[in-house]
């Protein structure tokens, strides 16, 4: 059973980027949307009283429109009362029944480009679901339809596990999956490590990582058809020139810190500045099953 794709949004702002990347993710994976606003109250108020409770209905209407204003199908639309939507989104991501949380970049970024804003940067984090970002007016410029996702792959366990989520949104969505692999080549790499004199710790540690690469490559084609690029480079860099050709970049957290948690590492955070697609982030240390189907 599919877990709901819960989108963030304003209801006094028309938050139209959160909502098509929602839209393209739902479409995709035929999971719920949920559209979700945090509702500012006096903290002495009474949350029951008449005033707040047409205020309130009159949030959720708000969301239920704009989700109808573009095409989105909209399973539910909470208004939860809070004075700290960081936090209160936060707790959503720990519901067994999110799959994952859509938010928006800040509008003082430029066009096209992602730059997390205060609430994005929390659920970034933290997070106890995958989070995903979309770029700065992706609402103008949505694809009609997922037709590539690319999957930021180092052969490290988190990695593994981000293309594990990458090929169940594929999948569902009829795309396929690009496996972007980046080896950065070491200062004093050039020392020989073997009897061939002509073999580098760099030469024998780029095979290695390409090995790793075309084994993920060869993984994803068992169930999408899967493509790769391997590339010379920063990671971060080879990334976000990546994030130009594909229609979502999916990446694991770091290697290190609390389990089920979204935690950015260094790549991560460059591409969340700088990324040209929709960026996801899964947990740290979960199998990837982004929107909880069990196989």
């Not at 859509?102 to 804003?117: D, E, K, N």
Request: aromatic residues 4%; negative net charge.
């Amino acid at each position: 059973m599919a877990k709901n794709i819960v989108i963030a949004v304003d209801a006094k702002v028309r938050t139209i980027d959160a909502l098509a990347l929602g839209r393209l993710l739902a479409e995709a994976t035929k999971a719920p949307a949920v559209l979700v606003t945090v509702f500012p109250y006096p903290p002495l108020a009474d949350r029951d009283s008449p005033e707040l409770i047409g205020l309130r209905d009159d949030a959720r209407a708000t969301l239920l429109e704009l989700g109808a204003s573009e095409g989105l199908d909209v399973a539910e639309a909470w208004v939860i009362a809070g004075n700290f939507a960081g936090r209160e989104l936060h707790r959503l991501t720990e519901q067994p029944t999110t799959g994952v949380i859509v938010v928006g970049s800040t509008t003082r970024g430029p066009v096209g480009r992602l730059l997390v804003g205060g609430i994005g940067e929390r659920l970034l984090a933290g997070a106890a679901c995958p989070v995903a970002i979309a770029p700065r007016d992706y609402g103008t410029r949505r694809p009609s339809r997922l037709a590539c996702v690319g999957v930021g792959f180092d052969g490290s366990d988190e990695a593994r596990r981000a293309l594990d989520g990458a090929v169940v949104i594929a999948r569902a969505g009829g795309a396929r999956v690009r496996v972007i692999t980046a080896y950065q080549r070491l200062a004093f790499g050039g020392v020989s490590v073997s009897a061939l004199p002509d073999e580098s710790a760099n030469d024998v540690m780029r095979a290695e990582l390409r090995a790793l690469h075309d084994e993920a490559v060869a993984d994803a084609a068992k169930s999408v058809e899967g493509e790769g690029e391997f590339r010379d480079g920063d990671a971060d860099e080879v990334l976000a020139q990546e994030s130009n050709n594909i229609d979502l970049l999916v990446t694991g957290s770091r290697g290190y810190g609390p389990l089920g948690a979204v935690l950015l590492g260094s790549t991560t955070a460059v591409l969340a500045r700088k990324a040209g697609c929709p960026l996801l982030v899964t947990p740290r240390g979960t199998r990837c099953d982004l929107m909880g189907r069990t196989e």
